[in-house]
């Protein structure tokens, strides 16, 4: 069975720290792995991760690949309080089938 | 429009009533996901469409769940004889092709609540 594992589950930070979310993946046929940021309903993109070691950025956030050992990590840096939200990991499968496996999320409070 | 349109975006309804969701992909988008989430819990697959492809169905958690989606645009998720465990956030997202490295984009969702 398929499966995506984020780690920690909760974690509150104040402004201004570092913060490191993990997730892992068991999944068969695997193609890429995604990140979202969820506030309220509806998810935002954040990266998609396709090739291993290879790290991209965006301003604060960055997040890397690791498809040996099956996990990725997304980094926030100097957080804020806007980045108080639910960020959810995916994993897809290739071959255009079954779409994506998602984590349960990592709720993170940034508090001022 | 520019994103993804999901309709009603709140929906209170009696226990054993059916109810239809509506999602409006992005012009253009071939692949049509439907999602859940339950308080507490992480985005469930529910159903994929891919073009005029048969539909991937292996998600929906039960008979009283099914889906369409027509000329291969809108797309229409109903829940007949709805019970209180169907309480959830239903999330529509579409890409341009599936597994072809494209991202999904998300609706706002509908928030179901089965009282």
């Known amino acids: 069975e398929d499966k995506v594992v984020q780690s920690p589950l909760s974690l509150v930070v104040h402004e201004g720290d570092t913060v490191t979310l993990n997730c892992s993946y068991e999944?068969?046929?695997?193609?890429?792995l995604l990140w979202y940021k969820q506030e309220k309903k509806a998810p935002t993109f954040l990266f998609m991760l396709?090739?291993?070691?290879i790290e991209k950025k965006s301003g604060r956030l960055s997040s890397i690949l690791d498809k040996k050992e099956l996990f990725s990590i997304l980094n926030i840096t100097a957080t804020q309080t806007g980045d108080s939200a639910v960020y959810l990991c995916a994993a897809l499968k290739g071959g255009g089938a079954d779409g994506l496996t998602f984590g349960k999320g990592t709720h993170l409070i940034i508090q001022p | 429009g520019a994103g993804v349109s999901q309709s009603p975006s709140n929906k209170v309804t009696e226990k054993g009533k059916d109810v239809e969701l509506r999602c409006d992909p992005i012009s253009g988008h071939t692949a049509l996901y439907w999602y859940r989430q339950s308080l507490g819990q992480g985005l469930e697959f529910l159903i994929y469409?891919?073009?005029?492809?048969?539909p991937d169905k292996s998600g929906l958690p039960s008979d009283r769940f099914s889906a369409e989606r027509t000329g291969g645009s809108v797309s229409t998720l109903t829940i007949q004889r709805t019970q209180q465990e169907d309480s959830a956030v239903y999330l529509c997202?579409?890409?341009?092709?599936w597994g072809g490295g494209t991202e999904a984009f998300f609706g706002q969702g509908t928030r179901l609540t089965v009282v």
């Open positions: 396709t090739s291993s070691g």
């Open positions: 999944v068969t046929n695997f193609r890429s």
């Open positions: 469409f891919q073009g005029n492809s048969a």
């Open positions: 997202a579409s890409s341009l092709v």
